[in-house]
C-alpha cells in the first residue's frame, strides 16, 4: 500500500507555544488528506479534511485558529497546532486518501505530542 | 449522518481462537467499508476492503463480507496468533458532493494471549 509519513513522531513542548507536525505522501499524490486526534481508549476523532489548494474545512467544534491547517502541494499537509495547551496533548494521526477506487484511507504513523 | 457501530471491546481470545468482530453501519447509497488495523504505538493500516454488495475483502487470513440486507461488515479470523493483538476500526466511505468522508466506528481492541 501507499506510504504515508509523518513528522516529528514525538514532540514536547511548553505551553503556549506552538508546534507544527507535517504529513506527507511518499508515493502518490494525495488531493485529500485528513487529519485526526486519537484519544485514550482508542477513539478517533476526525478534526479537518484538507484539500490541496484551498482552505481546510473543519469538523464542528474544532477551533481553526487554533488548529492550522495548510495543503500547499499534492504530497504535503501540515497541522500547526499555536498556542499549545496541556490539554491539547494528544495523538495526532494524519491520513492521505487515494484518489481512486474505494477511496481508502493511507495513514502516518502518529504524532504523540506533550504540552507541559 | 453515516454511522458505524463495533462491538464494544476489548475481546480476549486464546491463540488459534476463531474470531469475530462485529461491525454495522447505517449511510445512504452504497459506501465502500473498510477494516483498519493498528498496532500499538503505531498509526492505523488498511486490512481489508469490500466496495459493493456481496464482495469478500481478505488479508493475512482476515475476512469480512460486504451484507447490504444486513448493513454489516462482520471481521473474521479463524485462527488468531498474538501478532493479531492490535486495535480494529470498522470504517465507511461514501461520495458526498464531490467528497467522500470517511466515518470510523470506536475500535475493538483485540488481545490474543499464548
Known amino acids: 500500500g501507499a506510504v504515508v509519513s509523518q513528522h516529528p513522531s514525538r514532540v514536547i513542548c511548553k505551553s503556549g507555544t506552538s508546534v507544527k507536525i507535517e504529513c506527507r505522501s511518499l508515493?502518490?499524490?494525495?488531493?485529500?488528506m485528513f487529519w485526526y486526534r486519537q484519544f485514550p481508549k482508542q477513539s478517533l476523532m476526525l478534526m479537518a479534511t484538507?484539500?490541496?489548494?484551498?482552505?481546510?474545512?473543519?469538523e464542528q467544534g474544532v477551533e481553526k485558529d487554533k488548529f492550522l491547517i495548510n495543503h500547499a502541494s499534492l504530497t504535503l499537509s501540515t497541522l500547526t497546532v499555536t498556542s499549545a495547551h496541556p490539554e491539547d496533548s494528544s495523538f495526532y494521526i494524519c491520513?492521505?486518501?487515494?484518489?481512486?477506487?474505494?477511496?481508502?484511507?493511507?495513514f502516518g504513523p502518529g504524532t504523540r505530542l506533550t504540552v507541559t | 449522518g453515516d454511522s458505524v457501530t463495533q462491538m464494544e471491546g476489548p475481546v480476549t481470545l486464546s491463540e488459534e481462537a476463531f474470531l469475530t468482530i462485529n461491525c454495522t453501519y447505517t449511510?445512504?447509497?452504497?459506501?465502500?467499508l473498510f477494516w483498519y488495523v493498528q498496532y500499538p504505538g503505531e498509526g492505523l493500516q488498511l486490512l481489508l476492503k469490500a466496495t459493493k454488495a456481496d464482495d469478500k475483502g481478505s488479508n493475512k487470513g482476515f475476512e469480512a463480507t460486504y451484507r447490504k440486507e444486513t448493513t454489516s461488515f462482520h471481521l473474521e479470523k479463524g485462527s488468531v496468533q498474538v501478532s493479531d493483538s492490535a486495535v480494529y476500526f470498522c470504517?465507511?466511505?461514501?461520495?458526498?458532493?464531490?467528497?467522500?468522508?470517511?466515518?470510523f466506528g470506536r475500535g475493538t481492541s483485540l488481545i490474543v494471549h499464548p
Open positions: 508515493d502518490f499524490q494525495a488531493t485529500t
Open positions: 491520513s492521505a486518501q487515494s484518489h481512486k477506487g474505494a477511496y481508502e484511507q493511507y
Open positions: 470504517a465507511l466511505t461514501r461520495p458526498s458532493g464531490g467528497s467522500y468522508i470517511p466515518t
Open positions: 484538507s484539500n490541496e489548494g484551498s482552505k481546510a474545512t473543519y
Open positions: 449511510a445512504t447509497g452504497y459506501p465502500s
